[in-house]
Structures are given as structure tokens and as C-alpha cells.
């Protein structure tokens, strides 16, 4: 028999309490606990957990054969890069993004791109019309094995899962989806996991392969429960700026793969764009000499590239000055103004900073941090560094060069570009720098990459 019970859900972590309670005890969210209602089914079974062994049998992990796993390549190198290889059947692939960053236009371009598989496209949010006039801006592609339905009920979704029998599954979006067997509203906390929950059951009985879109909150995380990603195989963000073109795909867990891959995209006219070589967009090359210019040899996640850092110092023209980043860490760059002041003597307490990181992207290597004190100086004093020169290494609290990771990647790509010299951190002897075809500089302290650099 079905009873039903009223239980209060947290919204943020999907904590459960019988009644409200102001601030979750759990996470510590305030005014996060929504009423919600769950049907539950009253087990016949006396003793509930005994008679349910027999289906599932333990055997030693030596008898365990895996048929190796055969992916499905998605033709999308950069999305292949990311999952590891392609999709895996039975697996789950969470997308997150912000709204209007692109989410459905890559998976329907990944569906459209699909050789011979068969792709049902559940869509909670748009119209097959809009859909299809997605598919036409986006242009080449298969549109015969891409089926398209708009639906909400997860009941009906997997009713059409039996009937079509597809060999991929899209849901657009997670957070639109509502099963009868929960009465919340669609998108609360207790939905999201139901509906998941249904999906991995199908998938995983029938090693169909699922992508799923989910929204994220405000704070940039995935909208719903840490269940959700704790139940998914891959999760996977697109990120970028909306008012560039570049996106980042990042895997942030996967368990086929490794999460240091990223993939790279240009949103243009007739959809997304795969950028096999990054550099190439990232670096404006300025004919003529411009102050506040470093170029930072960068790394994300495996890939190198080499990209423009910006920065504009001058006096401040009110009591406080102000400093402002785009694409990179504040509290870093005061950091590493300190840093400049307190141990190089440059004085910079009354100026204006602002500094942008070329191109909209969010850089967390600290390598750019030699490029960025560069860049400020380079500004203040109005003098430009050379376009020749490239820059790596991270800024210690006392104005040492710290060692970066995979240094051979970057100065291998810094000399690809065709860069003339590279600064970089002092390494011990046996690193070898010959066989790049780029002049290696070594230093140990800011003043010393100032002195090479303005003298
Ligand atoms: P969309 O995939 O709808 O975003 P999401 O599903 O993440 O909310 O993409 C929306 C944006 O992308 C929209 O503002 C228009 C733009 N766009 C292009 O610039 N070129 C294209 O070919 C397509 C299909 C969309
Ligand atoms: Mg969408």
C-alpha cells in the first residue's frame, strides 16, 4: 500500500528533516528546508532486505570479465577528448552550464554528428519547431536518426525508451523532468533524484547511454542535490563568458576517464566550433609595441596554450584605488601587488589596476602569475616588453619564481608558436631545455625577470 508522507527537504544539499528547521544542519544554508511530499511503497515483505539476496550473488573480483569497453565515439574530438574516448554504454553524462552557454546546441550537434546510432532527444524546455530550427543553423549532420520529443513525464519518457529502443538517450534538461510517484514540484530536490534514479535504472539495464543537461544555481554549482553527482558516472561543465565565443568543457568527475582533459569550442553562426589549437585564437598579435602586454605560456587541465594577459595601472583618481580582474583571482592579483611593493619597491599602493585575461577565459594556473606582474609593470611604467617573449612561473609570497608543472609542455609550445624566448623558474640541471628550439631563461626572483625583461 502507498502512504504518503510530508517531509522537509533541504534545497541545497537535499538533507532531510520531519519538520522545518531554519538553517540546515548539514550544510549550513539558511532558508533552504522546502516541504515536500514522497509517496512511499509499504514493502509486502514481512522482514524487509531478507529474499532480495538472491537476485545479486558475490563473486570473487577474479571472475569479474570485462568485455572491453566498447566506446561510442562521438566524432566531436574535443568531446571525445573530455569523456575519455567517447561515451561508454550504460554510463550517465551530466552537462551543467549557465543558461545560453551552449549546452543543448552541443549535445544536439553531438547527436546530429552521431554515425548510424539512434538518439532519442527528450526535451523538457524547447518545441521540436525550435529544435529543428537549432538543427538548421547548426546545418550538416544526419537528421534522419535523431528522434525528438517534448515531455516532461519521466513515466512517458521511459515508455518511449521501450518503444524506440534508442541507442543514445538525450534529456534537456534534468531539472524539467516530474515522476507521479514524487508530488513536489518539478526541479525540487526530491524530483531531481527521483528522475535520475529512473533514468540510471533504464540505462544501466540496458547499456544505453545517457546524456542528461542539468542547470546550475548561482553560485555556478549544479542546481540539486551532491546526490545527483554523486549518482551520475561523469560530470561534465561548459563554462565560458556569454559575450565571447570561447567555451571550456571541463570534466569534473569521470569514471572512465581522466578529469585533467579539457575541450574547447567557438560559438559561431552555425553552431559550435572545435578549437584543436587554442593558441592561435587566444594570442592577438599586435603589430606594433603596447605596454601592459604579457604573454603567459598557460596550462589547462593537459593542454598548453599561450595566452594574452592585460593590465592597465594609473593613478587613482578617488581616496581608494580600485582594482578590478576579469578571468582571474582578485584576492591573487592584490597578492601579487603586495608582493611588487613590499619586495621589488615598486609602488603601487595609489594606483588603479585592472587586468583582463584576453579571449574571456578563467585561468586558475598560477604559472600566469610571472605574466601578470609583468603585465601591471609593464603598464607602469609604460614600457612595452617584447612580443617575442613569453612568460611561466608562479610568484612566491616573497618574490621567489616558484617551479611550475609540465614546464616542458609549455616552453614545447611557447617554441611551436614561434617565441623567441621564455621565461621561466629556475630548474635543477638535469631538466633539459636544448632540444626546444626557444631561448631559456632562468630565474629565481621577480627583480631578475625585471632585469632581462626592462633593463
Ligand atoms: P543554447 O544551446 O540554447 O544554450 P543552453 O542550452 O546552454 O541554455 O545556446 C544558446 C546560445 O547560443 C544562444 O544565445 C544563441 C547561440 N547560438 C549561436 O551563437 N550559434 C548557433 O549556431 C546556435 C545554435 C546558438
Ligand atoms: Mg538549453
Known amino acids: 500500500m502507498a502512504k504518503t508522507k510530508s517531509v522537509f527537504v533541504c534545497q541545497n544539499c537535499g538533507t532531510e528533516s520531519p519538520k522545518w528547521v531554519g538553517k540546515c544542519f548539514s550544510c549550513g544554508e539558511w532558508n533552504t528546508f522546502v516541504e515536500e511530499m514522497t509517496t512511499t511503497k509499504t514493502?509486502?515483505?514481512?522482514?524487509?532486505?531478507?529474499?532480495?539476496?538472491?537476485?545479486?550473488?558475490?563473486?570473487?573480483?577474479?571472475?569479474?570479465?570485462?568485455?572491453?569497453?566498447?566506446?561510442?565515439?562521438?566524432?566531436?574530438?574535443?568531446?571525445?577528448?573530455?569523456?575519455?574516448?567517447?561515451?561508454?554504454?550504460?554510463?550517465?553524462?551530466?552537462?551543467?552550464?549557465?543558461?545560453?552557454?551552449?549546452?543543448?546546441?552541443?549535445?544536439?550537434?553531438?547527436?546530429l554528428h552521431l554515425p548510424k546510432a539512434k538518439i532519442l532527444y527528450v526535451s523538457g524546455e524547447e518545441s521540436p519547431q525550435q529544435i529543428k530550427l537549432r538543427a538548421e543553423r547548426i546545418k550538416d549532420g544526419a537528421v534522419e536518426n535523431c528522434f525528438i520529443v517534448s515531455e516532461v513525464s519521466l513515466e512517458r519518457v521511459l515508455t518511449h525508451i521501450e518503444n524506440q529502443q534508442p541507442d543514445v538517450l538525450i534529456i534537456d534538461s534534468v531539472q524539467t523532468l516530474?515522476?507521479?510517484?514524487?508530488?513536489?514540484?518539478?526541479?525540487?530536490?526530491?524530483?531531481?533524484?527521483?528522475?535520475?534514479?529512473?533514468?540510471?535504472?533504464?540505462?544501466?539495464?540496458?547499456?544505453?547511454?545517457?546524456?542528461?543537461?542539468?542547470?546550475?544555481?548561482?553560485?555556478?554549482?549544479?542546481?540539486g542535490p551532491k546526490v545527483l553527482e554523486h549518482m551520475v558516472d561523469v560530470v561534465l561543465q561548459f563554462e565560458g563568458d556569454r559575450n565571447h565565443m570561447y567555451r571550456i568543457l571541463r570534466a569534473i568527475k569521470n569514471r572512465f576517464g581522466s578529469t585533467h582533459e579539457i575541450g574547447i569550442f567557438e560559438m559561431q553562426n552555425n553552431g559550435l566550433r572545435?578549437?584543436?589549437?587554442?593558441?592561435?585564437?587566444?594570442?592577438?598579435?599586435?603589430?606594433?609595441?603596447?605596454?601592459?602586454?604579457?604573454?603567459?605560456?598557460?596550462?589547462?587541465?593537459?593542454?598548453?596554450?599561450?595566452?594574452?594577459?592585460?593590465?592597465?595601472?594609473?593613478?587613482?583618481?578617488?581616496?581608494?584605488?580600485?582594482?578590478?580582474?576579469?578571468?582571474f583571482d582578485m584576492r591573487r592579483l592584490n597578492m601579487l601587488l603586495a608582493v611588487l611593493e613590499k619586495r621589488a619597491g615598486f609602488k603601487l599602493a595609489a594606483k588603479d589596476v585592472f587586468l583582463n585575461i584576453a579571449g574571456g577565459l578563467k585561468v586558475n594556473?598560477?604559472?600566469?602569475?610571472?605574466a601578470v606582474v609583468t603585465s601591471v609593470l609593464s603598464s607602469n611604467m609604460d614600457m612595452a616588453v617584447s612580443p617575442e617573449i613569453c612568460l611561466a612561473?608562479?610568484?612566491?609570497?616573497?618574490?621567489?619564481?616558484?617551479?611550475?608543472?609540465r614546464i616542458d609542455q609549455r616552453v614545447g609550445e611557447a617554441a611551436k608558436l614561434g617565441f623567441k624566448t621564455i621565461i621561466i623558474p629556475t630548474y635543477p640541471k638535469g631538466v633539459d631545455f636544448d632540444k626546444f628550439d626557444i631561448k631559456v631563461h632562468q630565474v629565481t626572483k621577480i627583480e631578475e625577470a625585471f632585469r632581462f625583461l626592462f633593463a
Open 43 to 111: 514493502k509486502s515483505t514481512g522482514r524487509s532486505g531478507f529474499g532480495v539476496a538472491e537476485h545479486s550473488k558475490p563473486v570473487p573480483l577474479s571472475d569479474v570479465t570485462v568485455a572491453d569497453l566498447p566506446r561510442l565515439t562521438t566524432g566531436n574530438h574535443e568531446l571525445d577528448r573530455v569523456l575519455g574516448g567517447g561515451l561508454v554504454p550504460g554510463a550517465i553524462v551530466l552537462l551543467g552550464g549557465e543558461p545560453g552557454i551552449g549546452k543543448s546546441t552541443l549535445v544536439l550537434q553531438m547527436a
Open 178 to 223: 516530474e515522476t507521479e510517484r514524487v508530488e513536489s514540484a518539478p526541479g525540487s530536490v526530491a524530483q531531481i533524484r527521483e528522475c535520475t534514479a529512473g533514468i540510471l535504472r533504464v540505462a544501466k539495464e540496458k547499456n544505453l547511454p545517457a546524456l542528461l543537461i542539468g542547470h546550475i544555481n548561482k553560485d555556478g554549482h549544479l542546481a
Open 274 to 327: 572545435e578549437v584543436s589549437n587554442p593558441s592561435e585564437l587566444l594570442l592577438a598579435r599586435h603589430g606594433e609595441l603596447l605596454s601592459g602586454v604579457g604573454i603567459a605560456a598557460a596550462l589547462e587541465g593537459m593542454r598548453p596554450f599561450l595566452i594574452e594577459v592585460q593590465a592597465l595601472a594609473s593613478s587613482a583618481a578617488y581616496g581608494t584605488p580600485q582594482r578590478s580582474c576579469t578571468g
Open 365 to 370: 594556473d598560477p604559472a600566469i602569475d610571472l
Open 393 to 405: 612561473g608562479e610568484v612566491g609570497l616573497s618574490g621567489e619564481i616558484r617551479p611550475v608543472t
